[in-house]
């Protein structure tokens, strides 16, 4: 839990499966801006080095009107896609891909999402002295508990060799930045951290904000739009689901029944 009523933030970053200094663990994963899909980074902090997967990553791809849209993102979610600012082409066509209210694009589990670009400035955060033996840098003011943010680096021209990693670390939020088609984001370094700003182009880790307006009750609304055709033994149904609940859809369809219930 954050001082000042700024929020509560998960004690690590979103993908980590650990939040002690110095464990490469405690990256986690890595998000271009506006897209639910992540990317890994390295398996150890000091230095970048390849981290295995049994999975063969594909090599970038150049953002245009073709491949830099929300419908490839989704289609090629291990696509690392490259395009400065941006990686949506028209960029102002997706401003809201994350926002302050989750989104569908939001790669936060429910009940989490996508922290406020001021969550950190207004619990004044304090803090020791930049780990340099673990690399990176531990709040122990205006936060309840020590809170680890690991240097981590970032994802983006030198794709897929994790950039500055052991002496920066980069971390998003959904609010805006200081020049257009730049996103709220938090710094550390050796010399502190800072609120600053990133492009959207890069991949940076994410560190989940508890959204204070979930209710697990919440569920999906389905539309029923049409039935074309009905017949004894058949129908033809058009039908949408235009809200999703806190919880990703994985199988639509129709229930039918002799009964009303």
């Known amino acids: 839990i954050y001082s000042n009523n700024a929020g509560t933030l998960m004690d690590r970053n979103l993908g980590a499966v650990s939040a002690t200094p110095g464990d490469p663990g405690a990256l986690g994963l890595y998000y271009q801006w506006g897209r639910k899909d992540p990317f890994v980074g390295s398996a150890a902090i000091g230095v970048y080095t390849p981290k295995k997967t049994t999975y063969k990553w594909p090599g970038m791809v150049e953002s245009n ?28 066509s997706g401003n809201n891909r994350w926002n302050h209210s989750k989104t569908i694009y939001d790669p936060c589990p429910p009940g989490w999402r996508v922290p406020d670009e001021s969550v950190w400035v207004n619990a004044g ?26 240097a981590s680096g970032y994802l983006g021209y030198n794709y897929p060799t994790v950039t ?31 609120s600053t700003s990133d492009l959207c182009e890069l991949a940076l880790p994410v560190r989940c904000q508890k959204d204070e307006s979930y209710n697990s009750s919440n569920v999906p609304t389905v539309v029923i739009d049409s039935i074309a055709t009905a017949t004894s033994t058949s129908a033809e149904i058009f039908a949408n689901i235009p809200y999703s609940g806190w919880s990703d859809i994985t199988e639509r369809g129709i229930i039918y029944s002799t009964s009303p219930d």
Do not use: M, Q
Request: charged letters at 15%; proline letters at 4%.
């Open 164 to 194: 500055n990693i052991g002496s920066y670390g980069y971390y998003w939020s959904c609010g805006n930045g200081n020049y257009d088609n730049y996103k709220g984001s938090l710094e550390v370094y050796n010399n502190g951290w800072r």
């Open 125 to 150: 955060l304090t803090y020791g002295s930049f780990d340099t033996s673990n690399k990176g840098l531990t709040f122990t003011g205006g936060v309840d508990n020590n809170a680890w943010y690991p």
């Open 65 to 92: 009107e073709s491949r830099g849209t929300i419908e490839y993102s989704i289609e090629h979610p291990t696509t690392y896609i490259y395009g400065y600012p941006d990686w949506l082409y028209i960029s102002s």
